[in-house]
């Protein structure tokens, strides 16, 4: 192998190593934040599983037919009634106004046996709704989106391992549902042939309980369904949250602001507040020093009467700048280790010294004024 075949060779792998690194860094890999999670539930990407909702509510019908047979039962009778009086008299259905009497009648019977069950139903699919997502309006969930409606989206959509996944669901759940169904209207086959010699009383008892059992069937698969399928959307809602390292600190320089940006802001309110108190050093009347390390200057307003009053403080390369500015200025320099270290450690920028300091700072203001009037 040639080295123009091995640099290349060499230069093939260092790509390979770099998309492998790019993707890597990109991969979500980190539980969501909180804010990602408020986000995505502002945008209606919530978990809920609608087969859990349909067996709650299948129950809560089964529950309300329950409990409003008997009206149920008397009005569908009363109706079969008014209806096998027209079989008798078919003539009468040639009056436009009875027709639209026994129309009126149809209408009125069938929603006062169909709004109590739909109203049982509504109320049920309210409350697992509540219960699975909790209160929830999201109006960017149903505001209409380009992407929504693109061709090219739809058919990605359309083709995607998660429809895929809810397709097969759909099948697997409709098998199972038909099995049911089948196999227990077989185990009934002879009560449903003998309807033929009942009356409507003994059918109607005989395909209530066909109806009830079904219902019941219905309601546990269902309910394991849900179950199942609730903990799937969990799952894979977890997962679509997830987010990379980089999103993670994109997301914090947004809320709490990029940390070098915010370093570079508070190294320079540091840099002004330095020079503020550099610049009070010329003013004060006194630098105590520790001789090195620590350096304090005080300032002392006869006139006003107060105790005196720090007006800058620090140590190591600090303290060296406050002895230079105070030697450039003439200002006094006092060396005092225990009364250095206890002004640096004990009194803030700006503050006047305690009262525990005034004996052994009135001492020195005492040695500096002597000095100056010897001067």
């Given at each position: 192998m040639g080295v123009n075949d091995q640099v290349h060779d060499l230069h093939s792998m260092t790509l390979i190593v770099g998309v492998n690194l790019q993707h890597f860094g990109g991969e979500k890999t980190e539980q969501?934040?909180?804010?990602?999670?408020?986000?995505?539930?502002?945008?209606?990407?919530?978990?809920?599983?609608?087969?859990?909702?349909?067996?709650?509510?299948?129950?809560?019908?089964?529950?309300?037919?329950?409990?409003?047979?008997?009206?149920?039962?008397?009005?569908f009778l009363e109706y079969y009634n008014v209806i096998a009086e027209v079989m008798e008299n078919p003539d009468q259905l040639s009056e436009v106004s009875y027709a639209l009497k026994l129309m009126g009648f149809s209408i009125q019977t069938m929603l006062a046996i169909v709004l109590p069950v739909l109203a049982v139903a509504l109320v049920t699919g309210v409350v697992m709704s509540y219960l699975q997502v909790g209160a929830l309006l999201s109006i960017k969930a149903i505001q209409p989106k380009l992407s929504k409606i693109s061709p090219i989206n739809g058919f990605k959509r359309l083709f995607s391992m998660r429809s895929i996944v809810e397709f097969l669901k759909s099948i697997l759940k409709a098998i199972i549902l038909l099995y049911i169904t089948g196999s227990y209207l077989l185990s009934r086959q002879n009560d449903?042939?003998?309807?033929?010699?009942?009356?409507?009383?003994?059918?109607?008892?005989?395909?209530?309980?066909?109806?009830?059992?079904?219902?019941?069937?219905?309601?546990?698969?269902?309910l394991i369904l849900g179950v199942a399928d609730y903990v799937y959307k969990k799952w894979q809602n977890e997962k679509d949250l997830m987010m990379s390292k980089q999103e993670i600190k994109d997301e914090y320089k947004m809320t709490e602001g990029d940390p070098q940006l915010k370093g570079k802001?508070?190294?320079?309110?540091?840099?002004?507040?330095?020079?503020?108190?550099m610049a009070e050093v010329p003013k004060a009347d006194v630098i105590i020093t520790n001789p090195s390390h620590f350096a304090v200057a005080l300032q002392y307003d006869t006139e006003q009467g107060d105790a005196p009053k720090v007006v800058a403080k620090g140590k190591d390369l600090i303290a060296r700048n406050i002895r230079k500015i105070a030697e450039e200025n003439e200002v006094p320099i006092v060396e005092n280790k225990p009364l250095a270290r206890a002004l640096y450690a004990e009194v803030e920028l700006g503050q006047f010294i305690p009262e525990e300091l005034y004996h052994a700072v009135a001492e020195v203001l005492a040695y500096v004024y002597k000095l100056k009037k010897s001067s």
């Open positions: 969501a934040t909180s804010k990602k999670r408020d986000e995505a539930r502002k945008e209606g990407q919530v978990v809920q599983s609608k087969d859990m909702s349909s067996a709650v509510s299948l129950l809560a019908v089964f529950f309300g037919i329950d409990a409003f047979k008997e009206y149920i039962i008397s009005t449903i042939m003998m309807v033929f010699d009942m009356n409507v009383y003994q059918i109607t008892a005989i395909m209530w309980d066909i109806i009830l059992n079904l219902m019941i069937r219905a309601v546990i698969v269902l802001i508070k190294q320079k309110q540091r840099e002004i507040s330095m020079g503020r108190m």
